[in-house]
């Protein structure tokens, strides 16, 4: 039986995901947690759909055996590849993450939203079904972020060659006369300071991390599975390469922390 001092358990083929971390432990301060950075495999974007749903099974596995009490897919390529596997499989409540075209196409004036995103998560039969409810509404520009990912590993978010890439994607949609650009990968909030230079700041920029939080938190509610411990949570994050990285992005945020190296 899950207890509810049990972890949130969080995953995502890299670091990004600590974007969608960062809202869950600040709207949850008691819950504990474990995330993964599967640092080695990014970005799952460029893979085929098994290899996105086999490495999605390994890390589910991984933090099942942690006794995690629900998980975050907190990753668009792999809930939009994945998810749907995963919640035939395990017997554990699971919240997966996609790119916020419904919030985009109730705010936007000009009726073009940008979406960057990875090949995996634009590619997907989800991402498609559901940008065609909305494609008679809002015209949607759609743009892959190759490289993105690959940089921010790397800790290279403020590099000329990312300003380079985010013109060469961006422009060509502000062109278009698009007013709401959605990111639709977990790495691209970081990204938010380098955004606005070139789109402005009046640009609608919209991510899911605000209200996969909330959703998390209504889960756990339904399952009756909040932490009723009246203290601040612990959070174990592992990654399986370049720790220095993951530890610049979330030292700050608790002095509960442990960032661990390990294979998985």
Not at 78 to 104: C, D
């Amino acid at each position: 039986m899950l207890k509810t001092n049990f972890p949130i358990g969080l995953f995502d083929s890299g670091v990004g995901g600590t974007s969608i971390w960062k809202e869950i432990i600040a709207l949850l301060p008691n819950e504990n947690s474990i995330y993964l950075s599967d640092s080695k495999n990014a970005p799952y974007g460029e893979k085929s759909k098994q290899e996105i749903i086999d490495l999605s099974v390994k890390n589910t596995e991984y933090l099942l055996k942690n006794n995690c009490k629900i998980i975050v897919v907190a990753c668009n390529t792999a809930t939009t590849n994945a998810i749907k596997t995963l919640r035939q499989n395990y017997n554990v409540p699971f919240i997966g993450i996609e790119p916020a075209i419904k919030p985009a196409a109730l705010s936007t004036k000009t009726n073009v939203v940008g979406i960057l995103a990875t090949k995996g998560t634009l590619n997907s039969e989800l991402f498609e079904a559901t940008s065609n409810v909305f494609k008679a509404q809002i015209v949607i520009k759609e743009t892959i972020g190759k490289g993105l990912v690959d940089l921010i590993e790397n800790g290279k978010i403020n590099s000329p060659k990312m300003r380079s890439l985010l013109e060469s994607y961006l422009k060509p949609m502000l062109q278009e006369n698009m007013d709401c650009l959605v990111l639709g990968c977990t790495h691209y909030p970081y990204l938010i300071p380098q955004i606005r230079k070139i789109v402005g700041e009046k640009m609608q920029i919209i991510d899911s991390g605000l209200a996969v939080a909330k959703q998390t938190k209504a889960i756990l509610e339904k399952h009756e599975l909040i932490n009723q411990q009246d203290n601040s949570g612990r959070h174990h994050l592992f990654v399986n390469k370049n720790k220095a990285v993951l530890k610049m992005l979330v030292s700050n945020k608790s002095k509960k922390i442990t960032i661990e190296e390990r294979d998985f």
